[in-house]
């Protein structure tokens, strides 16, 4: 494990958020609302760049993000009360 590690190192390979070719501001300058759902997406970002299927470029990078940003949306928008932030056992919401 240690010699991968020092292979990733020494290949310069990006492996954290602030290897990313792109930022927080520049998802907000895209469009894309400030908000927990830009530390998912980046995260995201840096998954698929890790796995190898997106390329660490600001461009390719940047036409990702607002397809995955809209899936976390989309995700939000349909969990349900109980299953969301502020749910206790009796399914009944607190705030």
């Known amino acids: 494990a240690a010699a991968e590690a020092d292979a990733i190192l020494a290949e310069g390979l990006c492996v954290r958020l602030e290897q990313l070719a792109v930022g927080g501001r520049d ?3 895209a469009g894309i609302p400030e908000g927990p759902a830009t530390g998912r997406t980046l995260n995201e970002l ?3 760049v890790v796995d190898e299927e997106l390329e660490n470029e600001r461009g390719a990078l940047l036409a990702a993000a607002g397809g995955i940003a809209a899936g976390f949306a989309e995700k939000e928008k349909n969990e349900s009360p109980a299953e969301g932030r502020g749910a206790c056992q009796s399914g009944k919401t607190v705030l």
């Open 27 to 29: 998802l907000r300058d």
């Open 46 to 48: 840096l998954r698929r």
